[in-house]
């Protein structure tokens, strides 16, 4: 199996570094701002926002490691940047979808759907790749 540098992960890790920390940033200032030191107070917002980065945190860890093997293993960096592109637009479109809406919304739909498509599609090529090394080594 070809080593490569997974340059292409890098980026979109670091993409999706600076995401996290967008995410991160209005949930300290709103819980100093509204004096809650733990959880959401009460405050639909504040939860909101919460939700956003803790579903972020849930699946984001997994998908991107999925894609650093693949790229690792040789899958071509293009295939590697389509599902690490669509993964950052799908944590963009959901957050933006949860920030906005509690309930159902377009960007929370579309970025729940495409984030679990990112992380079926990244599975389903790191068994099909990991079984072929398998029978080749």
Do not use: C
């Not at 939860?47 to 984001?60: D, M, P, S, T, W």
Request: hydrophobic share 55%; charged share 10%; no cysteine.
């Amino acid at each position: 199996m070809p080593v490569a540098s997974p340059v292409v992960t890098l980026l979109v890790a670091g993409l999706h570094g600076l995401l996290l920390l967008m995410l991160l940033v209005p949930i300290v200032l709103l819980r100093r701002g509204r004096k809650v030191g733990l959880g959401h107070g009460g405050d639909i917002q504040l939860l909101q926002r919460i939700r956003a980065h803790g579903n972020f945190v849930e699946y984001v860890p997994l998908a991107l490691i999925l894609i650093a093997l693949l790229e690792i293993t040789g899958l071509r960096r293009e295939a590697v940047a389509l599902l690490g592109g669509v993964l950052l637009m799908a944590r963009v479109l959901h957050a933006v979808g949860l920030w906005r809406s509690p309930g159902y919304s377009f960007g929370r739909f579309t970025g729940t759907v495409l984030t679990f498509l990112v992380i079926l599609a990244s599975a389903a090529l790191a068994i099909t790749r990991g079984v072929a090394g398998l029978s080749l080594g």
